[in-house]
């Protein structure tokens, strides 16, 4: 059974920053792609990860490229969200999610779709206060 639990969030000014954590057990995680998503308040989950991160690398979406960096540890079996310059706009449930699936046309390519990862973490609050 693979197990997600997201750590690190907290409160924080506009323009600080935070390292969020992804502890996992029942997968590898050099074995699977690992996806960060996020949800506002009153908002539905945002549908594409903002940052992921398989064998084949990282990819961020637009509004975390230059920002946000994803990294992950083999050792720990942990994957991290370093944020930079956070937004009021990114107050949101955190969330990690892993699935062993790829895409693409060499099959090495992490999905970008919430629907595609299987397993879930509970979710950590970053609050950004303005």
């Known amino acids: 059974q693979v197990r997600l639990v997201e750590s690190g969030g907290e409160s924080v000014q506009a323009g600080g920053s935070l390292r969020l954590s992804c502890t996992i057990s029942?997968?590898?995680?050099?074995?699977?792609?690992i996806g960060w998503f996020r949800q506002a308040p009153g908002k539905e989950r945002e549908e594409f990860a903002i940052?992921?991160?398989?064998?084949?690398?990282?990819d961020y979406a637009d509004s975390a490229k230059d920002r946000f960096t994803v990294s992950r540890d083999l050792a720990r079996n942990a994957v991290y969200l370093q944020m930079n310059s956070l937004k009021a706009d990114e107050t949101a449930v955190y969330s990690c999610?892993?699935?062993?699936?790829?895409?693409?046309?060499?099959?090495?390519?992490?999905?970008?779709?919430?629907?595609?990862?299987?397993?879930w973490g509970q979710g950590t609050q970053v609050t950004v206060s303005s």
């Open positions: 940052a992921m991160i398989g064998n084949d690398g990282t």
């Open positions: 999610a892993a699935d062993s699936r790829r895409t693409g046309s060499d099959g090495t390519s992490c999905y970008r779709r919430d629907f595609m990862y299987s397993s």
């Open positions: 029942g997968i590898r995680v050099d074995n699977a792609c």
